[in-house]
């Protein structure tokens, strides 16, 4: 009989990137669905966001910390 340990979720919040939809792996995201990467790879805890886009690869949330705005040059 084999049994299989699960490793746990990356908590809500991990460096201030926060799993906000349902904490998918790459393969598993759909094209509309945040990949914004969260956990530690090394651990085994490594899942991406999966809240909904609008647009682009990521939800508004991890949008605003992935770009900043350029300023106009005065």
Known sequence: RTTTTSKALPTPSVNG???LGAGKSLGDLGPRE???PVGDMQEGTLVF???P???GNY???HRAVAY???KRAV
Request: glycine fraction near 0%; include cysteine.
């Open 17 to 19: 990137a926060r799993v």
């Open 34 to 36: 945040c990949k914004w």
């Open 49 to 51: 966001c999966a809240a």
């Open 53 to 55: 886009c609008e647009c």
């Open 59 to 61: 939800c508004p949330e």
């Open 68 to 70: 900043i705005k350029a």
